[in-house]
Nanobody, 122 residues
Framework: VQLQASGGGLVQAGGSLRLSCAAS????????MGWFRQAPGKEREFVGF????????NYADSVKGRFTMSRDNAKNTVYLQMNSLKPEDTAVYYC????????????????WGQGTQVTVSS
């Protein structure tokens, strides 16, 4: 599985961005898709995941109520809608894929995209 994330950029606090992650392969619908992020000088952290069917989502407390994940299995694409962005959301966001996992841990995800930068100005 190859993952290509896009949609990052610079936005003012309170604004919105939508990240996309396009996956290769014909078994996309078997993979849980997730997002992690890493801010400068900080450890990489879990943002959210969506199960292979889209029936289950899970978010970090820091983004719950502001970020929403969705997926389109026909397009092999997962989305991260980010609203009410805060400066502390500034980070490189990584799209990940794991085969039928429901996990917040990095090691559960075998496939990682290249990352896309999100910068939120105050």
């Amino acid at each position: 599985v190859q993952l290509q994330a896009s949609g990052g950029g610079l936005v003012q606090a309170g604004g919105s961005l939508r990240l996309s992650c396009a996956a290769s392969g014909r078994t996309f619908s078997s993979y849980t898709m997730g997002w992690f992020r890493q801010a400068p000088g900080k450890e990489r952290e879990f943002v959210g995941f969506i199960s292979w069917s889209g029936g289950s989502t899970n978010y970090a407390d820091s983004v719950k109520g502001r970020f929403t994940m969705s997926r389109d299995n026909a397009k092999n694409t997962v989305y991260l809608q980010m609203n009410s962005l805060k400066p502390e959301d500034t980070a490189v966001y990584y799209c990940v894929a794991g085969l039928r996992v429901l996990s917040r841990t990095q090691t559960s995800y075998a496939y990682w995209g290249q990352g896309t930068q999100v910068t939120v100005s105050s």
